[in-house]
């Protein structure tokens, strides 16, 4: 149960769920449809999914490594190394399953006959260290990595199976166009709505920042600073989900309607009412965090009930 929480099975198993969503609802239909074959078979894709865990498996454990003291004053109480684990072990950990990645995608880089495609998993891996070791200590640019990396989950599919997109564009174009669309339209959101609560955690945890010489936003510009611009990415991505609820309209499409307006539009208007509020304390940055969590598993939610 402790490793589970250490790899944040959770957030893997919503990576699972989203990839093999987005491929075996969207983009293998609208393939048969087309009498275009998938690059991967089932066991590829799935190897594909496990290498894709491993890169975010490998950033939780290296960031927690790097985090010691910093969790040891935000939240010690959910500390793993020291408590469950040593400092070695947990390092031996990380460089384990960072080789097992490295070896899937050396074996998938042969199987698809592109070995440049071997080039993504180390530089996702460099990436996801310099976030930890150092980016995600100055002002915004840790943010937009881990939104980025959370956008990169859908993407990557539609990425992976790209041969056979660019056979859709010119066998089936209005499926080729839907498809990416959705792509497009889910990476947004995931985009927007990581971006959104990884500001609201800079401002929860910067007492534990602030000892440790970070520079995160809230730091170096100043708490009304930070929940401006927190405050802007969710006014966008609520513009955004806007646009949207008006093309449901459009389509009469009343069931996601309702669901886009009342089961995310409304918890994140709550949300920017709320992050308005002078002498927010560590608590309610907590809650804040939590409910942006919460509406990022809506939007994949969202996303089901569309291709339903």
């Avoid at 937009?144 to 990169?152: Q, S």
């Avoid at 080729?176 to 792509?183: G, P, Q, S, T, V």
């Avoid at 970070?214 to 966008?236: D, E, S």
């Amino acid at each position: 149960m402790t490793f589970l929480r250490i790899l944040r099975f959770p957030n893997l198993l919503i990576v699972v769920f989203t990839q093999y969503l987005l491929q075996y609802a969207v983009l293998v239909p609208n393939f048969a449809a087309a009498g275009i074959t998938p690059l991967l078979d089932h066991l590829h894709f799935a190897l594909f999914v496990l290498s894709t865990l491993i890169i975010a498996a490998g950033g939780y454990l290296i960031n927690d490594i790097v985090d010691l003291k910093i969790d040891q004053i935000n939240k010690p109480e959910k500390m793993w190394i020291g408590n469950y684990c040593s400092l070695a072990q947990a390092w031996q950990l990380y460089l384990g399953i960072s080789g097992l990645g490295l070896f899937l995608s050396l074996y998938l880089a042969l199987h698809v006959g592109n070995l440049s495609l071997l080039l993504i998993y180390p530089l996702a891996v460099l990436l996801l260290y310099s976030y930890s070791s150092y980016l995600k200590k100055t002002a915004l640019w840790g943010n937009l990595v881990v939104a980025t990396f959370c956008a990169f989950v859908p993407m990557i599919v539609l990425f992976a199976e790209r041969m056979g997109y660019l056979d859709l564009q010119f066998a089936a174009p209005i499926r080729a166009n839907y498809c990416w669309n959705l792509f497009i339209a889910y990476g947004v959101f995931a985009f927007c709505s990581t971006l959104f609560r990884e500001i609201i955690k800079d401002l929860e945890d910067i007492k534990g920042d602030a000892a440790q010489g970070c520079r995160t936003l809230p730091i170096v510009a100043g708490v009304p600073i930070a929940k401006a611009v927190a405050g802007a990415v969710g006014f966008l991505l609520l513009s955004l989900l806007a646009v949207v609820a008006y093309f449901h309209w459009q389509q009469k499409q009343y069931l996601l309607l309702g669901f886009n307006l009342l089961v995310i539009v409304l918890p994140l208007t709550w949300s920017l009412l709320h992050l308005t509020k002078s002498g927010l304390d560590k608590a309610a940055y907590h809650r804040l965090s939590t409910l942006a969590k919460l509406i990022m598993l809506l939007g994949l939610i969202y996303l089901i009930i569309g291709l339903l």
